[in-house]
C-alpha cells in the first residue's frame, strides 16, 4: 500500500514538475532572440517601406550649368529615358552576344571554298605523286626520303604526312593507284559539302571514314592508305554566317531595354562634370533652379521607419510569440502592411490629394481582425497611419483618419463569427467615417471639402465589400479557418455531422455533450471556445467506420467485445482516431481540427481492457504489456484538445455511472483529472494546474446539477396529495 502511495506521489510531482518546467519555457520563449528568418523578413520589410516613402516624395531644385561639376548626387523623380546610355549598354550587349555565338555552332555555315580547296591541295599532291610513281614502277628503284621529302608535301593538308604514307601511295600498283586518286577525291568532295565540320568534329568525322570507306566498296589493299590520307586531308569548313550575326544583333538591340533612369534612381553623381545631355535631360525633369539634398531626408526616414517596424516586431515576438510558429500569418500579416502603404503611394501620386482617403487601411485592418489576431491589427493600423501620414507628406489629418478608421474596423470586429458582422462593422464604419474627416476638415482645412468626406465614407463601405470578398480566398491561401468556418463546421446540416447523427446517433449525443462541457470550461483557461465546440463535435467521427463497437451507439443489441480478446476489443476501440482522422482529411477539415481529433486520446490507457486483459492471465508465463493497450498519441499539444480529452473521459463516465449523484460525479470528475495529469498527457501542452482546477469545477457544475438530491416525500404525505387531487376534480 505504502509502495501505491509513495508511486502516486512520485508522479503527481513529475506532472508538477512538468507544469512548471512548461510556464518557464513560456517565459523563456517570450524573451528569446528572434531567428535568422525573422530578422530577414524584419529587414526586407523594411528596405521596402524604405523604397516607398522615398519614391517621389521631395522634389529637388537644382542650380547648375554645363562643365559645372555636381555638387552632390542628383535623384530622378520621375522616369527618364538616357537615349546615350542605350546606345552603350545595347552596343555591350552585342558584343557579348556575338561572343557567345562564336561558340555556337548553329550560328555557322559550311564554307564550299574549303572543299575545293581541299581539292586543289590533293590535286598538286597527286600531280607531284605521279611523276615519281611512275618512275619507281620502271625503274624498280628503292624509295628513299629524298625522293619523298615530307616538308614538300606538308603545306597540302590539314596535318603533316608521313613518310611512310606517301611511300604507301607511291608504292600502289596501277590500277590501285587510279582507284586512290579517284575514290579519295570523291570521298572529301562529299564530306567537306556534305557535313558540318567544326574543329572539335575533325576526329568524329575521321572515325566514321571506314564505314563511308565500305559504302564506297574501297579495295581492300587501298582501304589503309587512303584511310590515312583521308585524315589528314579532312579540314573544318565552319565559317560565321553572317546574315544569322546580323539577325542576332538587330534581335539583341530589340531586346535591351532602353536605360531608363528609374524615380529615385542617380541621373548625375558627385563631382561629375554636366554636358549638354545632362542639362537637357535635367531641364525636362523640371530640376534646374535650386538644389536640396536627400541623404538627411532618407536617414531620418529610415530611423523613422526601422524604429515603428521595430517595435512592432518586439511587440509580437514579446506578446505573440505563437505568431512566429506559424510563419504563414506573419507572412499576410506583412502582406497588409505592404500593400496598404503601397496603395497609399500609389493614390499620393494621382493629382487628385482627396483620393487618400480612399486608402483601404480599415480593410486590411479587418483582415487582420479576422484572419490573425485583434491585438495585432491595433498594431499594424498604427504602422500604416504613420506611414500613411508620411507618404501623403507629413498630412497630420491623413494621420489621424487611418487611425480612426482602422481602430473602429477592429472595435466593431469584437466577436465575428458571421459575415453579416463585417457588413454591420462597414456600416458604422460609414459613419464613423463621416463624422471623423467632417471634424478633421474643420480642424485643419480653411475650406469644408465634401469630396474628401464621400470619399471617406466610400471607404467604409468598400472596406466591407473587399473584406468579404477577399475572405475566403485569404483563407485558402493561407490555410486560415475563421469563425465563419466553424460556425459551418459546427452546423448540424454538416454532411459529416449529418452522417455521424444517422450511422452513429449515441456518438453524436455524445460529442454535443462533450462540446457543451467543453464550451463551458474554455474561457476561462484561455482556450477558443469555438475551437473547442467544433473539435467535440468531430473528435469522435472515426466511430462512423464500426459504430456497432462503442457502447453509446449499441443500444439493445449485443455487446461485440463480449465474443473478442482484451487486445482485439483494444484494436478496434483505439482505431476510430486514425479513421477519424482519415475521414477528416478526406472531407478537407482544417488541421488543427484534425489535430484536436488525433489527439483527444493521447496515449491514455484503455484501462477496461486492459484490466480484462489483467485478469485473464493464466500463468506466470505470459506477460502483458501496457503498451499494447494504449493509443497511439500524441499527446494534447494545445489546451483545446485538452480540454476536448477531459470532456470526453468526463462525459462519458459520469454516463456509466448507476446511481449518479453530485458527491459521486464530483469524485469521478476529480479522479479522471488526477489520472491524466499523472500518467503526463498534458506534459506536451501549456495547460497549468489552475487551469486543470477550473475545469473540474465547471464540470462539476454542469454535471452535479444534472444529478442534484430529490426530496424523498413520506408516503401518508403522498397519499394525502393523492386524495386532495382526486377532490378537486380533473378540471380544477
Same mark, same amino acid.
Given at each position: 500500500?505504502?509502495?501505491?502511495?509513495?508511486?502516486?506521489?512520485?508522479?503527481?510531482?513529475?506532472?508538477?514538475?512538468?507544469?512548471?518546467?512548461?510556464?518557464?519555457?513560456?517565459?523563456?520563449?517570450?524573451?528569446?532572440?528572434?531567428?535568422?528568418?525573422?530578422?530577414?523578413?524584419?529587414?526586407?520589410?523594411?528596405?521596402?517601406?524604405?523604397?516607398?516613402?522615398?519614391?517621389?516624395?521631395?522634389?529637388?531644385? !537644382?542650380?547648375?550649368?554645363?562643365?559645372?561639376?555636381?555638387?552632390?548626387?542628383?535623384?530622378?523623380?520621375?522616369?527618364?529615358?538616357?537615349?546615350?546610355?542605350?546606345?552603350?549598354?545595347?552596343?555591350?550587349?552585342?558584343?557579348?552576344?556575338?561572343?557567345?555565338?562564336?561558340?555556337?555552332?548553329?550560328?555557322?555555315?559550311?564554307?564550299?571554298?574549303?572543299?575545293?580547296?581541299?581539292?586543289?591541295?590533293?590535286?598538286?599532291?597527286?600531280?607531284?605523286?605521279?611523276?615519281?610513281?611512275?618512275?619507281?614502277?620502271?625503274?624498280?628503284?628503292?624509295?628513299?626520303?629524298?625522293?619523298?621529302?615530307?616538308?614538300?608535301?606538308?603545306?597540302?593538308?590539314?596535318?603533316?604526312?608521313?613518310?611512310?604514307?606517301?611511300?604507301?601511295?607511291?608504292?600502289?600498283?596501277?590500277?590501285?593507284?587510279?582507284?586512290?586518286?579517284?575514290?579519295?577525291?570523291?570521298?572529301?568532295?562529299?564530306?567537306?559539302?556534305?557535313?558540318?565540320?567544326?574543329?572539335?568534329?575533325?576526329?568524329?568525322?575521321?572515325?566514321?571514314?571506314?564505314?563511308?570507306?565500305?559504302?564506297?566498296?574501297?579495295?581492300?589493299?587501298?582501304?589503309?592508305?587512303?584511310?590515312?590520307?583521308?585524315?589528314?586531308?579532312?579540314?573544318?569548313?565552319?565559317?560565321?554566317?553572317?546574315?544569322?550575326?546580323?539577325?542576332?544583333?538587330?534581335?539583341?538591340?530589340?531586346?535591351?531595354?532602353?536605360?531608363?533612369?528609374?524615380?529615385?534612381?542617380?541621373?548625375?553623381?558627385?563631382?561629375?562634370?554636366?554636358?549638354?545631355?545632362?542639362?537637357?535631360?535635367?531641364?525636362? !525633369?523640371?530640376?534646374?533652379?535650386?538644389?536640396?539634398?536627400?541623404?538627411?531626408?532618407?536617414?531620418?526616414?529610415?530611423?523613422?521607419?526601422?524604429?515603428?517596424?521595430?517595435?512592432?516586431?518586439?511587440?509580437?515576438?514579446?506578446?505573440?510569440?505563437?505568431?512566429?510558429?506559424?510563419?504563414?500569418?506573419?507572412?499576410?500579416?506583412?502582406?497588409? !502592411?505592404?500593400?496598404?502603404?503601397?496603395?497609399?503611394?500609389?493614390?499620393?501620386?494621382?493629382?487628385?490629394?482627396?483620393?487618400?482617403?480612399?486608402?483601404?487601411?480599415?480593410?486590411?485592418?479587418?483582415?487582420?481582425?479576422?484572419?490573425?489576431?485583434?491585438?495585432?491589427?491595433?498594431?499594424?493600423?498604427?504602422?500604416?497611419?504613420?506611414?500613411?501620414?508620411?507618404?501623403?507628406?507629413?498630412?497630420?489629418?491623413?494621420?489621424?483618419?487611418?487611425?480612426?478608421?482602422?481602430?473602429?474596423?477592429?472595435?466593431?470586429?469584437?466577436?465575428?463569427?458571421?459575415?453579416?458582422?463585417?457588413?454591420?462593422?462597414?456600416?458604422?464604419?460609414?459613419?464613423?467615417?463621416?463624422?471623423?474627416?467632417?471634424?478633421?476638415?474643420?480642424?485643419?482645412?480653411?475650406?469644408?471639402?465634401?469630396?474628401?468626406?464621400?470619399?471617406?465614407?466610400?471607404?467604409?463601405?468598400?472596406?466591407?465589400?473587399?473584406?468579404?470578398?477577399?475572405?475566403?480566398?485569404?483563407?485558402?491561401?493561407?490555410?486560415?479557418?475563421?469563425?465563419?468556418?466553424?460556425?459551418?463546421?459546427?452546423?448540424?446540416?454538416?454532411?459529416?455531422?449529418?452522417?455521424?447523427?444517422?450511422?452513429?446517433?449515441?456518438?453524436?449525443?455524445?460529442?454535443?455533450?462533450?462540446?457543451?462541457?467543453?464550451?463551458?470550461?474554455?474561457?476561462?483557461?484561455?482556450?477558443?471556445?469555438?475551437?473547442?465546440?467544433?473539435?467535440?463535435?468531430?473528435?469522435?467521427?472515426?466511430?462512423?467506420?464500426?459504430?456497432?463497437?462503442?457502447?453509446?451507439?449499441?443500444?439493445?443489441?449485443?455487446?461485440?467485445?463480449?465474443?473478442?480478446?482484451?487486445?482485439?476489443?483494444?484494436?478496434?476501440?483505439?482505431?476510430?482516431?486514425?479513421?477519424?482522422?482519415?475521414?477528416?482529411?478526406?472531407?478537407?477539415?482544417?488541421?488543427?481540427?484534425?489535430?484536436?481529433?488525433?489527439?483527444?486520446?493521447?496515449?491514455?490507457?484503455?484501462?477496461?481492457?486492459?484490466?480484462?486483459?489483467?485478469?485473464?492471465?493464466?500463468?506466470?508465463?505470459?506477460?502483458?504489456?501496457?503498451?499494447?493497450?494504449?493509443?497511439?498519441?500524441?499527446?494534447?499539444?494545445?489546451?483545446?484538445?485538452?480540454?476536448?480529452?477531459?470532456?470526453?473521459?468526463?462525459?462519458?463516465?459520469?454516463?456509466?455511472?448507476?446511481?449518479?449523484?453530485?458527491?459521486?460525479?464530483?469524485?469521478?470528475?476529480?479522479?479522471?483529472?488526477?489520472?491524466?495529469?499523472?500518467?503526463?498527457?498534458?506534459?506536451?501542452?501549456?495547460?497549468?494546474?489552475?487551469?486543470?482546477?477550473?475545469?473540474?469545477?465547471?464540470?462539476?457544475?454542469?454535471?452535479?446539477?444534472?444529478?442534484?438530491?430529490?426530496?424523498?416525500?413520506?408516503?401518508?404525505?403522498?397519499?394525502?396529495?393523492?386524495?386532495?387531487?382526486?377532490?378537486?376534480?380533473?378540471?380544477?
Amino acid at each position: 500500500m505504502e509502495t501505491n502511495d509513495h508511486q502516486n506521489l512520485g508522479k503527481r510531482a513529475k506532472a508538477v514538475n512538468s507544469n512548471l518546467l512548461d510556464v518557464s519555457s513560456k517565459v523563456v520563449g517570450v524573451f528569446r532572440i528572434p531567428s535568422f528568418r525573422e530578422w530577414t523578413l524584419v529587414i526586407i520589410c523594411f528596405f521596402f517601406l524604405i523604397t516607398l516613402l522615398q519614391i517621389d516624395l521631395f522634389p529637388m531644385n !537644382l542650380d547648375i550649368k554645363v562643365g559645372q561639376a555636381s555638387k552632390e548626387d542628383i535623384i530622378a523623380p520621375r522616369t527618364v529615358v538616357n537615349p546615350e546610355a542605350t546606345k552603350l549598354v545595347q552596343q555591350e550587349a552585342v558584343d557579348q552576344a556575338l561572343q557567345i555565338a562564336k561558340l555556337d555552332p548553329e550560328y555557322y555555315r559550311i564554307d564550299e571554298g574549303v572543299s575545293d580547296l581541299v581539292a586543289y591541295n590533293l590535286n598538286r599532291v597527286f600531280s607531284m605523286l605521279d611523276e615519281i610513281h611512275t618512275k619507281h614502277h620502271q625503274d624498280q628503284k628503292t624509295i628513299t626520303k629524298e625522293d619523298l621529302p615530307v616538308i614538300k608535301y606538308q603545306k597540302y593538308f590539314y596535318e603533316p604526312p608521313t613518310f611512310t604514307l606517301l611511300k604507301g601511295i607511291v608504292s600502289l600498283e596501277g590500277p590501285a593507284y587510279q582507284e586512290l586518286k579517284e575514290k579519295s577525291r570523291q570521298i572529301l568532295k562529299e564530306i567537306e559539302l556534305n557535313r558540318r565540320i567544326g574543329v572539335e568534329k575533325v576526329s568524329e568525322i575521321r572515325f566514321l571514314l571506314p564505314d563511308l570507306l565500305r559504302e564506297q566498296e574501297v579495295s581492300p589493299e587501298v582501304i589503309p592508305t587512303i584511310n590515312e590520307l583521308l585524315e589528314i586531308s579532312i579540314r573544318p569548313n565552319l565559317v560565321l554566317d553572317s546574315a544569322k550575326l546580323t539577325k542576332l544583333e538587330h534581335q539583341v538591340r530589340a531586346d535591351v531595354p532602353d536605360v531608363v533612369y528609374r524615380k529615385n534612381e542617380i541621373l548625375i553623381a558627385k563631382n561629375q562634370v554636366i554636358t549638354e545631355n545632362d542639362l537637357k535631360m535635367l531641364k525636362d !525633369l523640371h530640376l534646374i533652379v535650386g538644389e536640396s539634398s536627400r541623404v538627411k531626408v532618407f536617414l531620418s526616414l529610415a530611423f523613422f521607419t526601422l524604429f515603428i517596424i521595430g517595435v512592432g516586431f518586439v511587440y509580437i515576438v514579446q506578446f505573440h510569440p505563437d505568431l512566429l510558429k506559424e510563419e504563414r500569418l506573419l507572412y499576410l500579416l506583412l502582406l497588409l !502592411l505592404l500593400m496598404v502603404v503601397g496603395l497609399i503611394k500609389l493614390l499620393s501620386l494621382t493629382r487628385i490629394p482627396a483620393l487618400a482617403y480612399l486608402a483601404p487601411v480599415s480593410f486590411a485592418a479587418m483582415l487582420a481582425a479576422v484572419l490573425i489576431k485583434r491585438q495585432l491589427a491595433f498594431v499594424l493600423t498604427a504602422i500604416v497611419s504613420l506611414l500613411g501620414g508620411i507618404i501623403a507628406e507629413y498630412n497630420l489629418a491623413l494621420t489621424i483618419f487611418y487611425f480612426v478608421s482602422g481602430v473602429i474596423a477592429v472595435l466593431t470586429l469584437y466577436n465575428f463569427q458571421r459575415q453579416r458582422d463585417l457588413v454591420r462593422s462597414g456600416s458604422i464604419l460609414i459613419v464613423a467615417n463621416l463624422f471623423t474627416v467632417s471634424a478633421l476638415n474643420l480642424l485643419f482645412r480653411s475650406t469644408f471639402s465634401y469630396y474628401s468626406v464621400l470619399l471617406a465614407a466610400t471607404n467604409g463601405f468598400l472596406s466591407a465589400v473587399l473584406a468579404i470578398g477577399s475572405l475566403p480566398f485569404l483563407e485558402h491561401i493561407f490555410k486560415i479557418t475563421t469563425p465563419i468556418r466553424l460556425l459551418e463546421l459546427s452546423n448540424p446540416s454538416n454532411p459529416l455531422l449529418r452522417r455521424l447523427q444517422i450511422e452513429a446517433p449515441g456518438t453524436y449525443h455524445h460529442s454535443i455533450m462533450v462540446g457543451n462541457l467543453a464550451e463551458a470550461a474554455a474561457e476561462g483557461i484561455g482556450a477558443d471556445a469555438l475551437w473547442v465546440r467544433v473539435g467535440s463535435y468531430y473528435h469522435d467521427i472515426g466511430k462512423i467506420k464500426r459504430p456497432y463497437f462503442f457502447v453509446e451507439n449499441q443500444f439493445s443489441l449485443e455487446n461485440p467485445h463480449e465474443k473478442l480478446n482484451p487486445s482485439l476489443s483494444t484494436l478496434i476501440i483505439t482505431y476510430h482516431v486514425k479513421e477519424g482522422v482519415e475521414i477528416a482529411r478526406e472531407h478537407g477539415l482544417p488541421k488543427k481540427l484534425i489535430d484536436i481529433i488525433e489527439q483527444h486520446h493521447g496515449n491514455d490507457l484503455v484501462r477496461y481492457f486492459y484490466q480484462r486483459a489483467t485478469e485473464n492471465i493464466q500463468g506466470e508465463r505470459e506477460i502483458l504489456i501496457e503498451e499494447d493497450f494504449r493509443y497511439e498519441g500524441p499527446k494534447p499539444q494545445t489546451k483545446e484538445a485538452a480540454l476536448v480529452m477531459l470532456a470526453d473521459s468526463v462525459e462519458a463516465a459520469v454516463k456509466a455511472l448507476s446511481k449518479p449523484s453530485p458527491a459521486k460525479v464530483e469524485g469521478l470528475i476529480q479522479k479522471i483529472i488526477r489520472e491524466r495529469l499523472e500518467d503526463g498527457q498534458f506534459d506536451e501542452c501549456n495547460i497549468t494546474l489552475r487551469d486543470l482546477n477550473h475545469i473540474k469545477n465547471s464540470f462539476i457544475k454542469i454535471l452535479g446539477g444534472m444529478f442534484h438530491s430529490r426530496i424523498e416525500y413520506p408516503e401518508n404525505v403522498l397519499k394525502e396529495m393523492e386524495r386532495k387531487k382526486n377532490d378537486d376534480g380533473p378540471d380544477k
